[in-house]
């Protein structure tokens, strides 16, 4: 957990959102295994209330558990939609979510 907390510190989320965004249209391997491994890391921030508070204030986290959860690998949409469903919690997040339509699809 102490490992979990040095990365999901709200820059380096920040960086990694960006790094996911930058690489959507590649379809590989070694693709789907860093969206594998990014929506881990989402879902398991949201455990952790620094991070937590870091997700719910960058629109971007929710765009990308969004796409993850739309079109990345089995596993990514999994813990895409786990770290949604616990945004969801959020009436700031929750209203977001039914303005872009995603509410429908978690259910």
Avoid: W
């Avoid at 990365?7 to 295994?33: C, F, N, Y």
Wanted: hydrophobic letters at 40%; charged letters at 25%.
């Amino acid at each position: 957990k102490e490992h979990l907390r040095s990365i999901a510190t709200p820059s380096r989320i920040k960086s990694i959102i960006r790094l996911v965004q930058g690489r959507r249209s590649r379809k590989t391997e070694e693709h789907d295994m860093l969206l594998t491994e990014v929506a881990t890391l989402l879902y398991n921030s949201t455990k952790l209330p620094q991070s937590l508070t870091a997700l719910t204030q960058l629109p971007a986290a929710i765009d990308t558990l969004c796409m993850l959860a739309k079109s990345g690998p089995a596993i990514a949409q999994k813990d895409a939609v786990k770290a949604l469903y616990t945004l969801c919690t959020f009436e700031e997040m929750k209203r977001t979510m039914v303005r872009k339509g995603l509410v429908e699809s978690l259910c």
